[in-house]
């Protein structure tokens, strides 16, 4: 389903949400008061606006409030960071995520109504961090301080088996949601599934026994 997305400051992490979700086949409307930034982005998104977003009428003229999530990536000024996300909220947009620079700047966005606050360094952090300590993983995402999603390929120790046969939930207290084999996807496989070499497994397991996986 095709959806509309408003992304306000064009900084680096803006740019690079803007360029993805436009490459993903959805309408993006990408704001910056700088002219440079707005100009680099033009031909790669549906529409591209240099405006302050600061000003409540500018976002009223664009009509936000149809727009059916709206990023605010704004990060080299967290006033007008806080200030814009509020005004969003005000004007009725439904799903509104915040970039927050610190866990403090975060509590004060969740106070005004971002529906999603993302950290993007800390979480650049967090999955350097696991890819560096665990050669297998691919991907990590944090669900809380406690549980991760993370994306492994199969050890060679899990290669050939059955997952009833490896039992990876007494093991090592994962569970798998689901396995990428080339282009297929299995989902929620059942324990007869045999774990190829090179499958992607995509598991949730508590943070602590991440460092248990083997290699």
Known sequence: MRKQFLVIGLGRFGTSVALNLSALGHEVLAMDKNPH???????????????DARDE?????????????????????????????????????????AKAQTALHGRVLEKVGADRIIYPEKDMGLRLAHNLVTANVMDFIELSPDYSVVEIVSPLKFVDKTLSKLELRNQYGLSVMAIRRGSQIVVAPGGDEVIRDKDILVIIAKNEDLADLPD
């Open 57 to 97: 009428e500018t976002l009223k003229a664009l009509g936000v409030r149809n727009f059916d999530v709206a990023i605010v990536a704004i990060g080299d000024d967290i006033q007008a960071n806080i200030l814009i996300t509020l005004m969003l909220k005000d004007m009725g947009l439904k799903y509104v995520v």
């Open 37 to 51: 930034a707005v100009q680099a982005i033009a031909d790669s998104v549906t529409h591209s606006v240099q405006a």
